[in-house]
């Protein structure tokens, strides 16, 4: 395994994430260790949902409310026709 030294981290930060990892009874460098795990799962995950789940979450914000725009799941889409 390959070290890593993190300077300049706020001394109460560093105290939460120590009272966080005896709260969990784990070592201060594993739960750290842990945490960045965690972190790199989630964001792997975020990653593999679908196209339409990515767009949605990014707009999520807007105030749209749900059923006010309607899906075309199930309807023909017929492409424009363009002059040749």
Known sequence: MTDIQI???DPEHVQQLEEL???QGQPFDTFV???LVEILHK?????????GSRIAKRFENLGLEEGK????RG???TP???GQ
């Open 43 to 51: 964001r792997r995950v975020e990653r593999e949902k679908g196209l």
């Open 69 to 72: 725009l309607e899906e075309l």
């Open 7 to 9: 300077r300049n981290i």
């Open 33 to 35: 260790v842990s945490l």
């Open 75 to 77: 309807h023909p889409v």
């Open 21 to 23: 990892a005896s709260e």
């Open 80 to 82: 424009p026709e363009l």
